[in-house]
């Protein structure tokens, strides 16, 4: 059973700083990872898509990395803005269990806080 | 283009009641996704469609859940005799394909079902 897990649970940064967040995955057979972000009460947000055969996306200030061998993630957030708040989740679409290719497997999410 | 939508927003019930929930996908995406969200946690995931067929049902907790999507479109899923623990926000989501490494997935705003 694929398990995620994002490091830390919180993170509370100053304006201006470079933030990165992790995320692990129990089992590397993956078809792609998404990052979201989530504001309260509000939906889903993709950020960013990787697809397996890739190592890294990136858009904006926004750069996401993925070693499936280690099953690990990272999304790195350059110059942070208190807009920047929200919480942060990645997401692994995987094989595992058999056909299913579009099941999502979500981590708990980073909560994250940029104070001016 | 419009995203996915989710009515109604909110729905508050009581106990051993009847609920339905619809979802509107983003135009011309064949795969759509059910998941549900408790406080604090990251979604789980309910069910998927390829077109009309569910083609993972894994997610579904018990049978008193079902969703249904007759004309590969719309999605309805419906909760019967609905407990306390159903309480939770619903997201639907919607993506081009179900098949590709690439099939990103994008999510409605959900729907909070309160259960009295």
């Known amino acids: 059973k694929q398990e995620v897990t994002q490091i830390p649970a919180a993170l509370s940064v100053p304006e201006g700083e470079n933030l990165v967040l992790n995320c692990s995955f129990t089992?590397?057979?993956?078809?792609?990872l998404q990052w979201f972000r989530q504001d309260p009460g509000k939906g889903l947000t993709s950020l960013l898509l990787?697809?397996?055969?890739?190592r890294e996306q990136t858009s904006g200030r926004l750069n996401a990395s993925l070693d499936k061998s280690s099953g690990r993630s990272t999304l790195y957030i350059a110059a942070s803005q208190p807009g920047d708040s929200a919480t942060y989740l990645c997401?692994?679409?995987?094989?595992?269990?058999?056909?299913?290719?579009?099941?999502?497997?979500f981590g708990q999410g980073t909560i994250l806080t940029v104070h001016p | 283009g419009a995203g996915v939508s989710q009515t109604p927003s909110n729905k508050v019930t009581e106990k051993g009641k009847y609920v339905e929930l619809r979802c509107d996908p983003i135009?011309?995406?064949?795969?759509l996704y059910w998941y549900r969200q408790s406080l604090g946690q990251g979604p789980e995931f309910l069910i998927y469609?390829?077109?009309?067929?569910?083609?993972?049902d894994s997610g579904l907790p018990n049978d008193r859940f079902f969703a249904v999507r007759p004309e590969g479109s719309v999605s309805t899923l419906k909760i019967q005799r609905t407990e306390r623990g159903d309480s939770a926000v619903y997201l639907c989501?919607?993506?081009?394909?179900?098949?590709?490494?690439?099939?990103?997935?994008?999510f409605g705003p959900g729907t909070r079902l309160t259960v009295l």
């Open positions: 989501a919607s993506s081009l394909t179900w098949w590709a490494s690439y099939n990103e997935q994008f």
């Open positions: 089992d590397s057979a993956i078809y792609n």
């Open positions: 135009s011309g995406h064949t795969a």
């Open positions: 997401a692994v679409n995987a094989r595992a269990g058999g056909t299913s290719y579009g099941k999502l497997t």
């Open positions: 469609f390829q077109g009309t067929g569910a083609a993972d």
């Open positions: 990787i697809q397996s055969s890739q």
